[in-house]
């Protein structure tokens, strides 16, 4: 028998979660411990604590520090506990593979998806972290499927179609990308700046270069203002430079410079959006395993792509066979 009250924070909770953002993920744990207080066995909110963390790991790996080992070692825990609790449940499963994603092994992390899909495959969530880790893998195909299914799925999730449209861009099917990207945009009411800022190189591959250029500029204005950015900054600056803007580029990627150190991957990001290849490399070196698929599809790395410096960069992630 659930508690109802728990099972209502609980449904709290998973609203919060799923808004993305600072403020959401911290009402989102505070509704799941409520819950957790009213009832210690309740597997779901255990999960749920276990999604928050794991997710706020991600963003905090993705906007470049250099470790979330304690919100990953907590969501570990919370997944276990669960599945202690209802070793039933599919949700653990799926955060115990994301756990190991982030802490930069794929390959471990793909049982632990797959099972949870296997045992519900109609976890849309379970798909979507399934996917990424595939093409993390380097099995974009594969990863566009399971894509395609989370989207089927839940068609209202932002951030399923979100991140869907950062795959199709990858893929290089950009006119799907825009408008997987423009529906995401639209099932919310506040702006998320990593969502605007994939439609700028989406826009330059569609050869829409004015509503690129003001994308990014847009993103710029947002530099110092907004969370969660990942690569947006490093998407603008490509997009400026790519755009003959070359000189408002070189301004924007000096501030950045300014502010980023040597050990964040984005540095690196930067720099190569600028031309400088060479430069980026150490910093490249702490790219985080969320961001590996921008590494093996993204356009902006097309011109390096045989250099010795990237192949080592994703040598330890070549594509393992489906």
């Not at 066995?41 to 080992?69: K, W």
């Not at 982030?102 to 996917?131: K, M, V």
């Amino acid at each position: 028998t659930v508690n109802l009250e728990a099972h209502r924070l609980a449904l709290e909770g998973r609203h919060f979660w799923n808004l993305r953002t600072s403020d959401g993920l911290a009402r989102a744990e505070k509704a799941f411990e409520a819950a957790l207080a009213l009832d210690a066995n309740f597997a779901r909110a255990h999960v749920g604590v276990g999604d928050v963390c794991v997710v706020r790991a991600m963003y905090r790996l993705a906007d470049g520090e250099p470790t979330a080992a304690d919100d990953l070692n907590r969501a570990r825990a919370a997944a276990q506990r669960a599945l202690e609790l209802d070793p039933s449940l599919a949700e653990p499963h799926t955060t115990l593979g994301f756990v190991r994603f982030h802490e930069g092994a794929p390959a471990e992390a793909e049982p632990h998806l797959a099972r949870a899909i296997a045992i519900n495959p109609s976890y849309a969530t379970g798909c979507q972290f399934y996917a990424w880790t595939l093409a993390g893998l380097g099995r974009l195909d594969q990863a566009l499927e399971v894509y395609a299914h989370a989207i089927r799925l839940d068609p209202l999730s932002f951030i399923n179609l979100d991140r869907y449209a950062a795959m199709l861009f990858l893929a290089g099917k950009f006119a799907d990308a825009l408008a997987a990207s423009e529906r995401a945009a639209a099932l919310r009411p506040d702006l998320f700046v990593g969502n605007l800022s994939q439609r700028a190189p989406i826009l330059l591959a569609l050869g829409r270069h004015d509503e690129a250029i003001a994308v990014a500029r847009t993103v710029r204005e947002l530099s110092r203002t907004s969370a969660f950015r990942r690569n947006s900054d490093a998407d603008a600056v490509f997009v400026l430079r790519h755009c003959g803007k070359e000189n408002e580029a070189a301004e924007y990627g000096s501030e950045l410079l300014m502010r980023l150190p040597a050990t964040n991957y984005l540095r690196g990001f930067v720099l190569k959006a600028l031309g400088r290849f060479e430069e980026a490399l150490p910093s490249l070196r702490h790219t985080p395993t969320i961001m590996l698929p921008f590494l093996y599809w993204s356009p902006m790395w097309n011109p390096v792509r045989e250099h010795p410096g990237f192949q080592e960069l994703i040598a330890p992630f070549k594509p393992t066979p489906r």
